[in-house]
Nanobody
Framework: QVQLVESGGGLVQAGGSLRLSCAAS????????MGWYRQAPGKQRELVAT???????NYADSVKGRFTISRDNAKKMIYLEMNSLKPDDTAVYYCNAGVQSTWISAYRAYWGQGTQVTVSS
């Protein structure tokens, strides 16, 4: 089994910063794409940012220039540095990873339990 555990969420004022972390553990042979998604109340889950094993990144237009995703392959962790936070960034943030458990198994998507980010105006 594979577990993803997020940390770093909290309450921050508009304009402030937060750094989220996600650690992957368990039976892991390889991880390809990892990413952050978020879901605000009453809305669908949406992509925030993704990063490949070779550090190629992709961001939602709404966070470009404010958020930075990074990855530590040795530690099996990703991070999301969030700056200039806005009330619209309030959501539960989820970590996602595509994991291959053995060299012959297919990649499977795993999700963390989520961490709440609340930005007050």
């Amino acid at each position: 089994q594979v577990q993803l555990v997020e940390s770093g969420g909290g309450l921050v004022q508009a304009g402030g910063s937060l750094r989220l972390s996600c650690a992957a553990s368990g039976v892991i042979y390889s991880i390809n794409v990892m990413g952050w998604y978020r879901q605000a109340p009453g809305k669908q889950r949406e992509l925030v940012a993704t990063i490949t094993s070779t550090d190629s990144t992709n961001y939602a237009d709404s966070v470009k220039g404010r958020f930075t995703i990074s990855r530590d392959n040795a530690k099996k962790m990703i991070y999301l540095e969030m700056n200039s936070l806005k009330p619209d960034d309030t959501a539960v943030y989820y970590c996602n990873a595509g994991v291959q458990s053995t060299w012959i198994s297919a990649y499977r998507a795993y999700w963390g339990q989520g961490t709440q980010v609340t930005v007050s105006s």
